[in-house]
């Protein structure tokens, strides 16, 4: 520590007002700068009058000068409370320097917590702690411990982008935190010394440079510990550093707090490795569960053996009196053909009999009389017998243009627009003739579904008028060829008839039907199709 100057220094040392500098001068030297001062004060006093400086009359300030000068004290007492004006003023310039660096430093704090609060995880936290809160503690290391089922583990040590929590010097600082939770130290900040917790011959401790540590617990709101930090350096902490920890260890507790609960709200829905291993063994002792494996398909109410009515001719539909789904009796007017020509060649055939039944008789009159009469006959004859062919035919090929129901049903027909005056040919289907208490099950299977069907497997008819309502069915046939669907989709064809042989199924309906095959374990009916997919993908 310095020593306090001497009487004998302090009569050299004086403070020049107007510069701030020290001067050795002497007694002179005072009086001349207490006489400056005097003028300066008269020339603000005159200023704040309204009269300008150079207005005051040199006279006056002459005399106010001298009157000053002969009031000053000694020499002595001079120059040593000017000796103390400049003691007064060092100790004011260092509290000037000590304000500015508490004011850093309660700004750092202030900007730390706010960090702390912000932070949107616990790694986040974690890594602001060790390595933000060094510079306001004075800490050289700092490391971070949270509570984890019952234990405290290291999550952030200061200047290392991970841990290693196998190393021995991690596994020490978490052991010696545990031993301070054990001991009681949960309220308040802790120092001690890292050799006092370290094992006898533990040489990685005992070398560690930064010796005495300060711990710093995270207590929520009930007192429970959810984490710490051990700040570490090689000196001493002081008061200040415990007191400056204390703040931030309640600060940091609380952004802590608030984080934890979040995470304590996944880590509850996330299972622990018990369940994880009683879950696995559950499904894999369901995998083996036998099931019955089943596929679903396009399904659609079709009548069973309809009447199917095709063009007999030739012609052009003139007219389909009957309307679609309407029940019509037997030998009802289905569809008329234009028949104008077939009319006209009834006609003409008509004429050409007649004709040809006059040649016959002149023939045979002419017979009696004359021997060539007799060899014409024959002629004449077969010649009216072609000619009779020929009137029952076009008599037939007329009575076709009219087609009747050959017998009582539903008249099964999409849209008789679109046959009105269109060209037909023989055996084109134009409509069908249903039974609606004759229905069965038309089902579409595509081939990437398909599964081993027999004759007699149940099946559930689910139709998208009454989707709750599942109607039993067996399967009755299916076709071994696959072909496009109506949706152009290559599938099986399968017929299902209803189990009690009547349903309430409106004709036409539409649904999804459920087909049961083979019994299967629950691990095949999961996995048949992925598997399918990878062996079709990769080839194995």
């Known amino acids: 520590m310095a020593q306090p100057p001497t009487k004998a220094s302090r009569t050299a040392i004086t403070i020049d007002p107007r510069g701030g500098k020290a001067n050795t001068t002497g007694p002179t030297a005072a009086t001349t700068a207490m006489a400056k001062l005097e003028r300066l004060r008269i020339e603000a006093a005159a200023a704040s009058a309204g009269e300008a400086p150079e207005a005051v009359r040199a006279d006056a300030v002459e005399r106010k000068v001298r009157a000053a000068a002969q009031t000053l004290p000694p020499e002595g007492a001079a120059v040593a409370r000017s000796a103390e004006t400049a003691d007064e003023d060092a100790r004011t310039v260092g509290d000037i320097g000590g304000s500015a660096e508490r004011d850093a430093g309660l700004l750092g704090l202030l900007k730390i917590e706010d960090d702390a609060r912000g932070a949107d995880s616990l790694s986040t936290l974690a890594i602001l ?16 411990v949270e509570e984890a089922r019952g234990t405290l583990r290291a999550v952030a040590v200061s200047t290392m982008a991970s841990i290693d929590r196998t190393s021995p010097l991690v596994r020490f600082f978490e052991n010696a935190a545990a031993r301070l939770v054990a001991e009681g130290q949960t309220a308040r900040p802790c120092e001690f010394e890292l050799a006092a917790y370290a094992t006898a011959g533990d040489t990685i401790v005992s070398g560690y440079p930064f010796q005495h540590a300060l711990w710093v617990p995270f207590a929520d709101r009930r007192g429970a510990i959810v984490g710490g930090m051990l700040m ?62 089943t596929t679903l398909a396009p399904a659609e109410v079709v009548a069973r ?11 052009v539909i003139d007219d389909i009196p009957v309307e679609p789904n309407k029940r019509v009796e037997k030998g009802a007017l289905l569809v008329r053909f234009d028949d104008t020509m077939l009319r006209n060649r009834l ?9 040809a039944e006059a040649r016959l008789r002149t023939t045979t009159q002419l017979a009696f009389a004359d021997d060539r009469g007799r060899h014409e006959l024959g002629v004449a004859r077969a010649e009216l017998a072609l000619k009779t062919a020929e009137r029952n035919f076009a008599a037939d090929m007329l009575a076709k243009t009219e087609l009747r129901a050959p017998r009582d049903g539903l008249v099964v027909l999409a849209d008789k627009k679109e046959l009105l005056g269109r060209p037909l040919t023989v055996g084109e289907r134009i409509l069908e003739i249903a039974d609606p208490a004759a229905m069965e099950v038309r089902i579409e299977v595509p081939v ?71 019994r299967v374990t629950l691990g095949f009916y999961l996995l048949r199709r992925p598997f399918a997919k990878l062996r079709q993908w990769t080839g194995m």
Request: proline share 4%; glycine share 6%.
């Open 129 to 144: 702690i060790a390595n933000e809160a060094r510079r306001i503690v004075r800490a050289r290391q700092i490391v971070v």
């Open 232 to 293: 570490l350096r090689e000196v001493v902490w002081q008061e200040r550093d415990l007191v400056v920890a204390q703040r931030l260890g309640g600060a940091f507790a609380h952004a802590w707090s608030a984080l934890r609960s979040e995470a304590n709200v996944l880590r509850r829905l996330r299972p622990t490795r018990r369940a994880v291993l009683a879950m696995v063994t559950a499904f894999a002792a369901l995998g083996f569960l036998p099931v019955s494996l």
């Open 305 to 315: 053996d309809p009447f199917v009515v095709a063009a007999p001719i030739d012609g």
């Open 347 to 355: 006609e003409v055939a008509e004429r050409e009999v007649l004709v």
């Open 448 to 518: 990437a579904d398909a599964i081993i069907l027999n004759n007699g497997a149940p099946v559930k008819l689910l139709l998208d008028s009454s989707p709750l309502a599942a109607i039993p069915a067996h399967v009755v046939r299916a076709n071994y060829q696959a072909k496009l669907s109506d949706a152009s989709v290559l599938s099986f064809r399968v017929t299902a008839a209803f189990a009690n042989g009547e349903t309430a199924a409106r004709l036409g309906a539409r649904g999804t039907a459920q087909i049961y095959g083979g």
